[in-house]
């Protein structure tokens, strides 16, 4: 789609929110609970069951205000609802078709536009965000942030830069990945491994592990080193086209990789790439091939229980508490994998936490974009996190452990974190505890 189509009222005839969608929601209110925007501010329309009545109202010719539009950019997408609503309404489904028809269609401030812009200049492309790592990593060590803090300059900067310095994790040196990595013992399956924008710039450690547990397990591990973003940033935020430019490339890209499955460590876009048939449901060429190519995708703890271990486990005698990433407990239904792998560790603890289903704040690129309420957010689940008196925070997100992590230096707390592999490859190595707690 290069041509904006006329429209009637908020939306135009390409991919609206569908009507029929919008009729499975019977109101009922049992979304509300779990909506962390009216867990926040109380307001109607600032719930699903208030911005599907905005759909409603938009399909039906209202037109698309700079109100109705603050209240679809205050959802973060994080679909709790959908685990709480009865009536199995598609609220993301519903929420990304409305956020392609915000982005076609509203004009935003400069300001915000230009965030949006540098946002989506950057993140979307790894090599972009590896060239930051340098000079990410001497900022870090000439303590320039601190100093900043300290005569109150960082506190002059627009609210979503300071939140975007705040969240940058430690630079530490990169783990490079060979584009194989053959399977220990008895071949069980070939795995495709997809090793993500700000996993691999960021957080290549975790990647890392995962090429390693899936080799201890038995899987010959097929790393493709020319590929790009899978699209999910751009998804969840609107860029529709855009994100069916990434989703094309990657599809190419894994085409000919002859893997049984296709692994993923980031709950977001491992949310994404089983979207894919919908996204690219009117793409003649690409239709097929999404089909085929979601149908293989398999998050990395999803896919380890359905192999079943082989590797021996180690002790790993530590308390933990496991952070339910949004998009892999909601977006995917993947909650008892995560903690059926960890508990299988001999001697360690694990903890829930608090209003898990509630998100942490992050939510792809929430954070910057809608600071404040992303803080409250993260500053709850800190603390939710803290009564749990666990030495080591667990969880499946990149954003999701930058996010806990500034909440809890907020808080002037710090706490080891970890993902879900790097637990489990510190036991199938032998690691001991100790290499989780630093």
Known sequence: MTETPARHGAFDAFNPPQRELIDDCVHCGFCLPSCPTYELW????????????????GLEGEPLTDNVVEHFDACLGCMACVTACPSGVQYGTLITETRAQ?????KRGRF???????????FPYPKRLRAMRGPLALYQRSRLGKLLKRTGLMGKLPAGLQVMESLAPPINRVEKLPSRVPAQGTKRATVGMITGCVQSAFFPDVNAATARILSAEGCDVVVPPSQGCCGALSEHSGREEEAIRFARDLLDTFEESGVDHVVINSAGCGSTLKEYPRLLQHDPEYREKAERFSAKVRDIAELLVELGPVAERHPLPVKIAYHDACHLAHGQGIRSQPRELLRAIP??????????????????VYNLLQPEAARELGDRKAANVLD???????????????????????????????????????????????????
């Not at 001697?347 to 704040?361: D, F, K, M, P, W």
């Open 388 to 438: 749990t008196g666990a030495q080591l925070l667990v969880t499946a997100n990149p954003g999701c452990s930058m996010q806990i992590r500034t909440a809890l230096e907020r808080r002037d707390e710090e706490m080891s974190m970890a993902h879900t592999v790097q637990v489990l490859d510190a036991s199938i190595r032998g690691l001991g505890a100790e290499s989780l707690l630093r």
């Open 42 to 57: 109380g307001e109607e329309m600032d719930s699903p069951r208030g911005r599907i009545y905005l759909m409603k109202e």
């Open 347 to 364: 001697e360690l603890e694990l903890s829930e936490i608090n209003r898990a289903e509630l998100c942490c704040g992050s939510a792809g």
């Open 112 to 122: 915000e536009k230009l965030m949006r812009t540098a946002i989506f200049t950057l």
């Open 102 to 106: 915000v982005e076609r269609h509203h």
